[in-house]
């Protein structure tokens, strides 16, 4: 994943899109980059084995896209991301059994539903089965394009061309 003619990016431009992705997804809301850094140290490669942006929303909303290739266990476990929405009086966040909530009086995990597909598996399979229907793809590229400003403003906000 540090070689670029290989991985074709580093940890923003192969997993940031993701990050992205759900935060325009959660909100509906249109992000802007506030700030963004970029860094090669941990496998000194061509490309960012670390990243972190940071955008706002129109209404205000915070959402920090921080991806890695720096896990210990690298490349077996290939990412250090972890997903969470923080508000007012509630945390929520992904964890291996389904989803830990987390508020002042409350501390309760939510079991996946039985049969969950979730990530890249799931999308995979739903856009092959709409292609062997002969239906357009359940995320239009228009999405990607979207993703893709994003993570190259990213790029120009923390100074990489």
């Not at 969950?116 to 399979?125: F, H, I, Q, T």
Request: with cysteine.
């Amino acid at each position: 994943m540090a070689d670029k003619p290989q991985a074709g990016g580093g940890a923003l431009l192969n997993l940031g899109g993701h990050g992205f992705d759900m935060a325009r997804f959660v909100t509906g809301e249109e992000l802007q980059v506030v700030s963004a850094v970029v860094n090669r140290q941990v496998h000194a490669g061509e490309v960012e084995d670390y990243a972190l942006a940071t955008l706002r929303t129109p209404s205000g909303i915070l959402f920090h896209n921080e991806v890695g290739y720096t896990m210990p266990t690298w490349p077996a476990n290939l990412t250090d991301g972890e997903k969470k929405v923080a508000g007012e009086r509630l945390l929520l966040r992904e964890i291996p059994e389904g989803a830990q909530l987390l508020a002042p009086d409350r501390e309760e995990i939510i079991p996946q539903p039985e049969g969950w597909e979730a990530g890249y598996p799931r999308a995979v399979k739903e856009v092959l089965e709409a292609y062997g229907r002969g239906d357009p793809p359940p995320i239009p590229a228009s999405e990607c394009a979207h993703v893709v400003r994003l993570i190259f403003d990213s790029y120009r906000a923390a100074g990489v061309n």
